[in-house]
């Protein structure tokens, strides 16, 4: 059976990437990324909103009390222009998590091992899973975090920092002299 909840985007942007070290979301540690999807890549888009539809059919499913009215729903898929980062400006994002730490691979589905290669600014391919939710009157579809494949570096959306080698230089052992 086909599993239309889930969905692996084309080429997007990784933000507030935390895919190595969880992060504490509502006293939950986990792993996190906002999606930064480009208004052009209509196939992404239809792929996002046909996963959001398959997740509202289960909600109908799985919740007695679950509409379809997506104006009455809370959804992932939001507009950037929402957001102050001149990155989200013009484009979509979607906030997608998971407790379970996403498998990270290059181009050749090598796995990814040094945590400097994926950062806010990235670019890349993901897989996410949709999921109805009903909690205290909050309705919608969520967006679970499954795994990454990055495609190319990006200029990095968060602050840099220099290196180590590039900030000291090496002491001669008679320093404290």
């Known amino acids: 059976?086909?599993?239309?909840?889930?969905v692996v985007t084309d080429v997007v942007r990784l933000s507030y990437?935390?895919?190595?070290?969880?992060?504490?979301?509502?006293?939950v540690e986990k792993?996190?990324?906002s999606i930064i999807i480009d208004p052009d890549d209509k196939d992404t888009l239809e792929k996002i909103n046909n996963?959001?539809?398959?997740?509202?059919?289960?909600g109908t499913k799985k919740f007695?009390?679950?509409?379809?009215?997506?104006?009455?729903l809370k959804l992932p898929l939001r507009n950037g222009d929402?957001?102050?980062?001149?990155?989200?400006?013009?484009k979509y994002f979607i906030n997608a998590n998971s407790i379970i730490q996403p498998q990270v691979v290059d181009?050749?589905?090598k796995f990814i091992l040094d945590h400097d290669e994926v950062y806010s600014g990235v670019f890349a391919r993901v897989s996410l899973r949709f999921y109805p939710f009903n909690k205290g009157g909050n309705m919608g579809v969520g967006c679970g975090f499954l795994n990454i494949q990055k495609v190319a570096d990006g200029d990095r959306l968060a602050g840099t920092r220099s290196t180590a080698q590039e900030d000291f230089?090496?002491?001669?052992?008679?320093?404290l002299d």
């Not at 059976?1 to 889930?6: A, F, L, N, S, Y």
């Not at 990437?17 to 006293?27: D, F, L």
């Not at 996963?51 to 289960?58: K, L, P, Y």
């Not at 929402?82 to 013009?90: K, P, S």
């Open 17 to 27: 990437a935390y895919v190595w070290e969880p992060k504490s979301i509502n006293g």
């Open 1 to 6: 059976m086909i599993d239309k909840t889930k």
């Open 64 to 72: 007695d009390d679950y509409v379809t009215d997506k104006s009455l």
């Open 31 to 33: 792993y996190s990324a």
């Open 107 to 109: 181009r050749n589905l």
């Open 82 to 90: 929402e957001m102050m980062e001149d990155a989200y400006r013009g």
């Open 169 to 175: 230089t090496v002491l001669e052992d008679d320093f």
């Open 51 to 58: 996963g959001i539809d398959a997740a509202i059919e289960e």
